[in-house]
């Protein structure tokens, strides 16, 4: 069974930097597009940046220059570096990756999160 699994959350001050990793296990024949998302309480999802399994990157506008998303391949996991973080950053961030197992056709598959707090 294919399953995401996030890592990296934690409090950070202002202005500070974390790098959340988003690793799938199981019977993996191939990961096609991924992306990360954020909630913060009280408003809706929101795609944060995603990457195509060719490298091609989007990026929500207010993450432009401070954040970047990654893969390896190899280590079927899919990074988020965030820089410069803001309080306004403060949410759980969820992965997100349309994956082919063993039933031979991409499935999409959902992280249950991990909570960045931007905080002094």
């Known amino acids: 069974q294919v399953q995401l699994v996030e890592s990296g959350g934690g409090l950070v001050q202002p202005g500070g930097s974390l790098r959340l990793s988003c690793s799938a296990s199981?019977?993996?024949?191939?990961?096609?597009?991924a992306g990360w998302y954020r909630q913060a309480p009280g408003k809706q999802r929101e795609l944060v940046a995603s990457?195509?399994?060719?490298?091609?990157?989007n990026y929500a506008d207010s993450m432009k220059g401070r954040f970047t998303i990654s893969r390896d391949s190899a280590k079927n996991t899919v990074y988020l570096q965030m820089n410069s973080l803001k309080p306004e950053d403060t949410a759980v961030y969820s992965c997100?990756?349309?994956?082919?197992?063993?039933?031979?056709?991409?499935?999409?598959?959902w992280g249950r999160g991990t909570q960045v707090t931007v905080s002094s």
């Open positions: 997100n990756a349309w994956i082919r197992g063993v039933s031979g056709t991409y499935v999409d598959y």
């Open positions: 990457i195509t399994s060719g490298g091609i990157t």
């Open positions: 199981g019977t993996i024949l191939n990961i096609g597009s």
